[in-house]
């Protein structure tokens, strides 16, 4: 099952394209799964995970045990990598809040740095995301630049738009993030072909839409056809909020899949970049829904 981000995509996390490439039995405390379902799963076993009392587990009836996780990808690997790389996407945003002023005298200053720096971290996210290997500085500058970007979009919606708007995105994020994680870990929300399926389409469509209004809007001035203001604007920003909360079920397997079968601890930055990159899609479209809902009172 491969991810809507390009991280996951490429780093193979899913069982279904091999990820038991890195360990064909699934970690202890990991979610059991039947080696069998998987096609990649190589007969002669994983090299990161040999076993030496495999025999004697099998001979005194034991199950066969998942090796140690020394220098393996953990959930604790998972949640410090995040943790730092949203921690300094905050403290940028914070930083660029309060040194860059949008008011009438210093806006289009201030929103020409923020438009720069989203233009710069969307350079190195796809950068990083092409790469094989995880490089910590690249996805920790991406995510200072992303926050420079995010902390200027914010102020101005905040200060010129909408009082409170940014901490109201910050905690509709909030609550769609626990409310995904509690449904997927509670199984309400099953992640399988047709679900990835059908996220990828409507995706794809939500994706090609929006690049036409773009254009339209770019060629045409205003809004170009309105998909992203007034009650049009509603409709495809509670549309967009909807792909994002899917997209971290997506997530969440791709993390809940490299774990169970044994990738290398440096996997973790991937999984904090990829979810990283979901958060700040649903904050924008919380933020750009909270824009649209006042400037039309």
């Known amino acids: 099952m491969r991810s809507r981000n390009p991280v996951f995509s490429r780093r193979g996390f899913s069982r279904d394209n091999g990820y038991a490439g890195f360990n064909t039995a699934p970690q202890a405390g990991g ?53 730092s790389t949203l921690g300094l996407l905050i403290v940028t945003a914070a930083l660029s809040w309060a040194l860059l002023p949008v008011d009438d005298a210093n806006i289009n200053r201030s929103y020409g740095i923020g438009i720069g720096a989203a233009l710069v971290g969307m350079v190195l996210a796809l950068v990083q995301s092409f790469k094989r290997k995880p490089t910590p500085a690249l996805i920790l500058t991406y995510a200072a630049f992303e926050g420079v970007f995010l902390g200027v979009i914010s102020s101005i919606v905040d200060n010129r738009i909408a009082d409170g708007a940014a901490m109201q995105a910050v905690l509709g994020t909030m609550a769609v993030f626990a409310g995904v994680l509690v449904a997927y870990k509670a199984g309400w929300i099953r992640v399988n072909r047709r679900f990835y399926g059908f996220v990828m389409a409507a995706a794809l469509g939500f994706i090609l839409l929006m690049a036409v209004n773009l254009l339209f809007a770019v060629f045409g001035g205003g809004d170009g056809l309105g998909f992203r203001s007034g009650p049009l604007g509603i409709v495809f920003g509670v549309i967009g909020i909807i792909l994002g909360a899917c997209f971290l079920a997506l997530d969440f397997k791709q993390v809940e899949d490299g774990i169970a079968y044994g990738a290398p601890r440096e996997e973790a930055w991937f999984a904090a970049f990829g979810l990283t990159l979901t958060l700040v899609w649903i904050y924008m479209e919380f933020l750009r829904l909270i824009a649209i809902f006042n400037s039309s009172d």
């Not at 379902?37 to 066969?64: E, I, K, S, V, W």
């Not at 998972?78 to 943790?83: H, K, L, Q, S, Y």
Request: hydrophobic residues 35%; negative net charge.
């Open 31 to 83: 979610p059991a799964v039947a080696t069998q379902a998987n096609p990649y799963a190589q007969p002669t076993g994983n090299p990161y995970a040999q076993n030496p009392y495999a025999q004697q587990d099998l001979q005194y009836g034991a199950p066969p045990q998942a090796p140690a996780a020394t220098g393996r990808m953990t959930i604790d690997d998972v949640i410090v990598r995040t943790a």
